[in-house]
T-cell receptor, first 112, second 113 residues
Framework: ELKVEQNPLFLSMQEGKNYTIYCNYS?????LYWYRQDPGKSLESLFV?????AVKQEGRLMASLDTKARLSTLHITAAVHDLSATYFC????????????FGTGTRLTIIP | DVKVTQSSRYLVKRTGEKVFLECVQD?????MFWYRQDPGLGLRLIYF???????EKGDIPEGYSVSREKKERFSLILESASTNQTSMYLC????????????FGSGTRLTVV
């Protein structure tokens, strides 16, 4: 059974600082997805990582994938308040059944 | 703009009622999914469907059923609602190859009293 773990679960950080959210998964996969959820809203796709070593960047967010370590990271650079949200990673198993297993989410709060 | 539309944003139902949650997508996607979201548990897959009239159980199907009579519509049914089914329900769809991940609906917050 595929398990996806994120840490930390909660993260409070000051504006201007850097931090990293980690996503570990338990079985072989080379497809990993990051989503953002604002309070009371649905999930918005941020990044799609489809191979070992994949790196994607958008603004102050950068995501990477290491399939050998079964690890993805979401790095936040010089955080600003509007990055406050809950971030989820999701993994598709290599069975190719197009079913995503989600992590528990990281609730990020940026303090001015 | 592509969309996944869930018919209700908030619902309050009584224990024992039969509840229908509707989801419609306009992207001609083959795959549709129902998840529930609970604090500290993330998103858990209830049911999914790869095609019309096809359905497969996810990780937590007990107490739920689904219907997919048309490609664009995927309904989640709570046969006899219970208080432990109070949750946020999210519908999602994807094309045959998930190059872009899922597109999610806005969610239905269901309260069973």
């Amino acid at each position: 059974e595929l398990k996806v773990e994120q840490n930390p679960l909660f993260l409070s950080m000051q504006e201007g600082k850097n931090y990293t959210i980690y996503c570990n998964y338990s079985t072989t996969s080379d497809r990993l997805y990051w989503y953002r959820q604002d309070p009371g809203k649905s999930l918005e796709s941020l990044f799609v990582l489809l191979s070992n070593g994949a790196v994607k960047q958008e603004g102050r967010l950068m995501a990477s994938l290491d399939t050998k370590a079964r690890l993805s990271t979401l790095h936040i650079t010089a955080a600003v308040h509007d990055l406050s949200a809950t971030y989820f990673c999701a993994v598709e198993s290599n069975f190719g059944n197009e079913k995503l297993t989600f992590g528990t989410g990281t609730r990020l709060t940026i303090i001015p | 703009d592509v969309k996944v539309t869930q018919s209700s944003r908030y619902l309050v139902k009584r224990t024992g009622e039969k509840v229908f949650l509707e989801c419609v997508q306009d992207m001609d996607h083959e795959n549709m999914f129902w998840y529930r979201q609970d604090p500290g548990l993330g998103l858990r897959l209830i049911y999914f469907s790869y095609d019309v009239k096809m359905k497969e159980k996810g990780d937590i199907p007990e107490g739920y059923s689904v219907s997919r009579e048309k490609k664009e519509r995927f309904s989640l049914i709570l046969e006899s609602a219970s208080t432990n089914q109070t949750s946020m329900y999210l519908c999602a769809s994807s094309s045959g190859v998930i190059l872009w991940g899922y597109t999610f609906g806005s969610g239905t917050r269901l309260t069973v009293v």
